[in-house]
């Protein structure tokens, strides 16, 4: 961010932020006048204002890595065609604009507010067609069916997240987190789009309706709860052994002490 | 023992000499001094330690009765969610807990505070005699002499091949887990080869529906099975065998030896999902790092490099699928497996 307000006064920032405007615009009006169908229903929500409002967000916040016209640099990639759905899903969990370099961006505290994230995600949909943020009907689990949510769960999702949705560790420090507390709509763009290295699910992988089962699932577990008592993270035998090693053990040496002192 | 601080080397009693046996020797400590109990001299603590195992005892009819509250009021109220399931659950468990304890700590305390503490000295039995000993090699001797197992080769003999023939049927047992009334060989032809072939589609699992090559976006991964597996003979074990991962990345970043050139659709690869370790199934897929992790034993295969293990005790490679597409774009595998999938055995080569 510093290198960027530091060459903000540099005397051809205004020109380049001109040439890149004049650009832009003109693509979109290029754009919008030839897109098929498909496309035009993706990028109607967005009006020409939050188009704007959100290139001046990219460029101050997300340009430094992810290139001033989203084409990409070294540090990022190309955000060309990812759609309103990966916006809207990085952004809106707050891993984006990450924090520092790591095995992988992590979820933390939102930098922006919804309509902030609406202009950003209105202005990375205009650069290319990609899946758009889902609407209310896919996203309502009264209309799924969480039997076979869980039958498309267990097949795609649940060598990763693991059966009961706790999450789980994959190679050199990255891991797919717990899908507990993650938003309806949330889960749906992740499925979408495949965020950092989680592979894409598209709708001819898994229909819509098939995500909202997928939603349905999750959303039903959740509030099920684990019917076998503390499920200590989901996460398996890891935490279970250390439970038992530690209470279990902890608990039978204190009663062997007992056992063997002499009353007072 | 002797007081080591003084004196020298050169005086007795500082090293011990070979006829200094009774200086190695611990005299006999004998019983600690008996101490008396709070509750032995004092009747307070004796009544209060009465009352102390009562309430345990107590508390282990309290737990009883939890378990039938737990169990007859919780238990029916008709349809149960999961959540009043839960809390029956910890319920029945808590009550059984405390009334076993309470019986359990309430006996142990009793016992360590009222009942008699004196201590006894039982000498150990004596050890047995020579002419005890002897008594029982007359008894052996007796009856190697009565049954003339010595003097009767004949039944020694048989009796040896009998006992020795007589575990074999078990280990032969095992051949009855098989149930298909195949012969080894075929059993071991039954492990090279899967129900892909030439021509048959890949299609989605679980639904079966078939895959176009335009479905496969760049960084997608479809868990795919063959065509018509649901009506195959033993499904379940031919959908062990022939399950795969149809993933797609981009054809410049992919290795690709020679034989190979045509075995991918502009980027779309597909692999056997049976780790070639012990055959847990593999889909951990990165779609950057283009590593493929098996959640058993971490081992990693690089899916730039044909899938060639980097990191782990995974033996060899996951065998790759021939795949091209059909008349009407739909994915279809070219033949079988070229190798046979999941871990080595014997037959393997």
């Known amino acids: 961010m510093k290198a960027l307000s530091k060459k903000r006064r540099h005397p051809l920032a205004a020109v380049a932020l001109l040439l890149f405007g004049l650009l832009v615009t003109g693509s979109l009006y290029t754009a919008a006048g030839s897109v098929s169908e498909a496309k035009a229903a993706d990028t109607t929500s967005a009006s020409v204002t939050d188009v704007e409002e959100g290139q001046k967000l990219f460029v101050a916040n997300c340009a430094t890595c992810h290139g001033m016209s989203a084409e990409g640099t070294a540090d990022g990639p190309s955000l060309i065609g990812v759609g309103a759905a990966a916006v809207d899903f990085q952004v809106g969990t707050g891993r984006m604009p990450m924090q520092m370099q790591g095995p992988q961006a992590q979820a933390k505290p939102v930098q922006f507010d919804d309509d902030q994230i609406s202009q950003l995600s209105a202005y990375v949909a205009s650069l290319g067609a990609g899946p758009a943020i889902p609407d209310e009907d896919s996203l309502d689990t009264t209309k799924g069916d969480a039997a076979h949510g869980g039958t498309v769960f267990r097949v795609n999702c649940a060598m990763c997240h693991n059966a009961a949705a706790g999450g789980g560790a994959l190679t050199r420090g990255k891991f797919a987190p717990t899908l507990a507390g993650v938003s309806e709509k949330h889960i749906y763009e992740a499925m979408a789009t495949g965020p950092q290295n989680m592979p894409v699910f598209n709708d001819s992988n898994i229909t819509p309706d098939e995500k909202r089962d997928v939603i349905t699932f999750l959303k039903t577990i959740e509030a099920n709860g684990s019917a076998g008592g503390a499920a200590l993270g989901n996460l398996g035998p890891v935490a279970e052994g250390l439970f038992v090693w530690t209470a279990g053990l902890g608990i039978i040496i204190a009663f062997t002490i007992w056992l063997t002192s002499r009353p007072s | ?349």
């Not at chain 2, 400590?29 to 107590?58: I, M, N, S, Y």
């Open chain 2, 1 to 349: 023992m002797g007081d080591h601080s003084h004196g020298s080397p050169e005086e007795s009693g500082t090293v011990a000499k070979a006829d200094d046996v009774a200086q190695d020797r611990f005299p006999d400590p004998g019983l600690p001094p008996h101490r008396p109990r709070l509750a032995d001299r004092d009747p307070r603590a004796a009544k209060r330690h009465e009352r102390q195992v009562a309430l345990l005892f107590t508390i282990s009819i309290i737990g009883t009765l939890f378990f039938f509250v737990a169990y007859f009021v919780l238990g029916h109220l008709g349809e149960m969610t999961f959540a009043e399931l839960r809390v029956q659950n910890a319920a029945l468990g808590l009550g059984t807990a405390f009334a076993m304890l309470g019986i359990g700590v309430g006996i142990v305390h009793w016992a360590k505070t009222l009942m008699p503490d004196h201590e006894l000295v039982e000498q150990r039995h004596e050890i047995s005699s020579e002419k005890d000993r002897q008594d029982a090699v007359d008894i052996i001797d007796t009856v190697i002499e009565e049954t003339g197992i010595k003097r009767r080769p004949l039944i020694r003999n048989t009796l040896i091949g009998a006992i020795a023939l007589a575990p074999i049927p078990a280990i032969f047992m095992f051949r009855d887990l098989d149930r298909t009334g195949k012969t080894a060989h075929q059993m071991i032809e039954q492990m090279r080869h899967t129900l892909w072939d030439t021509g048959v589609r890949l299609t989605r699992d679980p639904s079966g529906t078939p895959i176009k090559a335009s479905d496969v976006q760049l960084g997608s991964a479809f868990h795919v099975i063959p065509e018509g597996l649901e009506n195959a003979e033993n499904m379940l074990n031919e959908k062990a065998k022939a399950v795969v991962l149809l993933m797609r990345m981009d054809p410049q970043e992919m290795n690709i030896s020679a034989g190979r050139e045509d075995w991918h659709v502009d980027g779309i690869v597909a692999y056997s999902k049976i780790c070639t370790h012990v055959g847990c199934p593999i889909a951990l897929y990165e779609q950057h790092t283009h590593h493929l992790l098996c959640p058993c034993h971490q081992s990693t295969f690089d899916l730039a490099n044909e899938c060639k293990v980097i990191f782990g005790p995974a033996g060899h490679a996951l065998p790759q699928l021939p795949i091209t597409v059909d008349a009407d774009g739909y994915l279809v595998a070219q033949s079988d497996f070229h190798e046979p999938v999941g871990p080595s055995y014997w037959e393997r080569g």
